[in-house]
């Protein structure tokens, strides 16, 4: 059964691990990443960006998939499917399609209209019993071709947008989406304690979890993150086992044509992708 992550996360925040929000793409990646998180034992957030929910044909034939796969694979496992960056509109499609969880990014609004749009989120998801994340401070690099500026979120907005109910927050430290720049100074902790100082135990999230190094995550951990987004090492492992096995010319021979054969690199390239997170983000067993 789909849950949203409200008790997901303040169980992770209590015992001191954090839950991965692995996104989504097609069936084989969900069900790599199901399967993964059921053999682990450990809890886990489907993550859907509005283009990829556009490209598996929409919010609704998402949700019937995740389903589907939840009774047919007896995953016993708490799973949340979870909106990624969502706009405002993308938010309402995704309550009415059936997610268990929503991410509204108003980081790009003043203030003011982020405290707006989000406030009346809060009293939705409240309605409907689905989880609320929302973001200050923009993550930096691409998302769906939004480039946001990687800036650190100011911990005074941070309680602003905490203190309206939301569940969960990301907060800009200095992270950023896709592969981080050879020159990256890394996580700014200084900035995340000063938002835990003012938000408390609310269950902190760490986007662009590619390229951070283990010891950074850890100590994010240590300091209030209890979801961390990985996105990008999914796609490069699947991309690079599917290119292997391409080149290598099995597409071409016997019954290399096959779909079913063809992604299959890709499919355990992700489950070794999210074993090797779970185990770093210390939710294996957590389930
Ligand atoms: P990466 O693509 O850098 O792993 O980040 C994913 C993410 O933060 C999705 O919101």
């Not at 694979?73 to 993308?90: C, E, F, Q, R, S």
């Not at 003043?110 to 989120?121: D, M, V």
């Not at 079913?260 to 489950?271: D, T």
Request: proline letters at 3%.
């Amino acid at each position: 059964m789909l849950v949203n992550v409200k008790d997901m996360l303040q169980k992770a925040r209590k015992e001191g691990y954090a839950v991965g929000q692995f996104n989504i793409n097609n069936l084989e990646w969900t069900k790599a990443i199901l399967q993964t998180a059921e053999e682990l034992k450990s809890p886990v957030i489907l993550g859907v960006s509005e283009g990829a929910g556009k490209y598996m044909c929409g919010f609704k034939t998402v949700v019937g998939m995740v389903n589907g796969m939840l009774e047919e694979m007896k995953i016993t496992v708490p799973v949340a499917i979870h909106l990624d960056h969502g706009t405002y509109d993308g938010c309402l499609k995704c309550v009415e399609a059936g997610f268990s969880s929503i991410m509204f990014d108003g980081s790009h609004y003043p203030i003011e209209e982020n405290i707006a749009k989000t406030t009346e989120l809060v009293k939705l998801c409240a309605e409907k019993g689905l989880s609320l994340e929302a973001e200050v401070g923009a993550i930096g690099g691409e998302e769906d071709g939004v480039v946001g500026m990687g800036e650190c979120a100011d911990p005074n907005e941070c309680k602003m947008i905490a203190d309206l109910g939301v569940d969960i927050l990301a907060a800009g430290i200095g992270n950023i989406h896709g592969k981080y720049p050879a020159n990256w100074p890394g996580l700014r902790f200084d900035v995340l304690e000063a938002v835990k100082e003012k938000v408390g135990d609310m269950p902190l999230v760490l986007h662009g979890g590619t390229g951070i190094p283990d010891d950074m995550i850890k100590k994010a951990i240590s300091l209030g993150v209890a979801k961390i987004n990985v996105n990008t090492e999914c796609q490069l492992s699947f991309a690079a086992a599917t290119r292997k096995y391409i080149e290598a010319g099995k597409d071409l021979e016997g019954k290399g044509f096959d779909p079913r054969k063809l992604l299959l690199p890709g499919f355990e390239a992700i489950k070794e992708t999210v074993k090797t997170k779970m185990e770093l983000f210390g939710s294996v067993g957590k389930a």
